[in-house]
């Protein structure tokens, strides 16, 4: 790799929230953007699966153990 490619290369960090409902994590996760960004970062941020799934129209209650 040459020393011009080398300096272009990026770091890309990731960051997993965890935890129950009502933990905090969408609050957490919009200062935590803040921040970063505040620090000339660029943030990228993902929706919980769940929530991407219930807005499609999943019921989970619908689903098998399989499904």
């Known amino acids: 790799m040459s020393a011009e490619m080398e300096s272009k290369k990026k770091i890309v960090y990731r960051l997993v929230l965890t935890g129950g409902p009502c933990g905090g994590k969408t609050t957490g996760q919009s200062r935590l953007c803040t921040f970063f960004e505040n620090l000339g970062w660029k943030v990228f941020r993902v929706p919980e699966t769940a929530t991407v799934l ?14």
């Open 54 to 67: 219930l807005s499609g129209g999943i019921k989970f209650s619908d689903l098998s153990a399989d499904e």
